[in-house]
T-cell receptor, first 116, second 112 residues
Framework: DAGVIQSPRHEVTEMGQEVTLRCKPISGHDYLFWYRQTMMRGLELLIYFNNNVPIDDSGMPEDRFSAKMPNASFSTLKIQPSEPRDSAVYFC??????????????FGPGTRLLVL | KNQVEQSPQSLIILEGKNCTLQCNYTVSPFSNLRWYKQDTGRGPVSLTIMTFSENTKSNGRYTATLDADTKQSSLHITASQLSDSASYICVVSGPNDYKLSFGAGTTVTVRA
């Protein structure tokens, strides 16, 4: 398996522009997570899905952020409009069906976003 | 306040030496604790997962310990190699296994 796939790997955009990050989870995994990592705040969970349904979006910073999972093999995280403080590395991770709390989350390579 | 505190923030060791990283947490109730390794420019990779009933877990030269009573965990790296240079992140989950609390990480630099 190729692992979790994210695109683009790098994104540079200007403030106010729309940014769309993409993720393909590992086949067979029914949980998908979006994280943001910054030097100041470390890793933060933004939202996660189970069987394509958003379960917890309490980590989404504000209404400018939205995430969708139209099918089991694809998810998007959209920022509209983007702001410089959104600059971070955004990770997507997926996890197999529940195994009594011992599930491992497999992370993608991340998208490095810079908003000018 | 972060519920997972790691120490030291960074350390430098010589190749072949051992080192121990610390993690203290206040997440309660506690479900499991994980150690992840994150290489520069890459996503975190799971090293170990321990539930509250487990005291130790090994993965090659990595050994994690857990004391659920004192809410402390450690990650011991034996005979360090240059490839061990990375950030090591302690991650704790409560009753919702999928809402993870992350430590800030310890950056390990192994020098020849």
């Amino acid at each position: 398996d190729a692992g979790v796939i994210q695109s683009p790997r790098h994104e540079v955009t200007e403030m106010g522009q729309e940014v769309t990050l993409r993720c393909k989870p590992i086949s067979g995994h029914d949980y998908l997570f979006w994280y943001r990592q910054t030097m100041m705040r470390g890793l933060e969970l933004l939202i996660y899905f189970n069987n394509n349904v958003p379960i917890d979006d309490s980590g989404m910073p504000e209404d400018r952020f939205s995430a969708k999972m139209p099918n089991a093999s694809f998810s998007t995280l959209k920022i509209q409009p983007s702001e410089p403080r959104d600059s971070a590395v955004y990770f997507c991770a997926s996890s197999p069906p529940r195994q009594g709390g011992r599930e491992t989350q497999y992370f993608g390579p991340g998208t490095r976003l810079l908003v000018l | 306040k972060n519920q997972v505190e790691q120490s030291p923030q960074s350390l430098i060791i010589l190749e072949g030496k051992n080192c121990t990283l610390q993690c203290n947490y206040t997440v309660s109730p506690f479900s499991n604790l994980r150690w992840y390794k994150q290489d520069t420019g890459r996503g975190p990779v799971s090293l170990t997962i321990m539930t509250f009933s487990e005291n130790t877990k090994s993965n090659g030269r990595y050994t994690a310990t857990l004391d659920a009573d004192t809410k402390q965990s450690s990650l011991h790296i034996t005979a360090s190699q240059l490839s061990d240079s990375a950030s090591y992140i302690c991650v704790v989950s409560g009753p919702n296994d999928y809402k993870l609390s992350f430590g800030a990480g310890t950056t390990v630099t192994v020098r020849a």
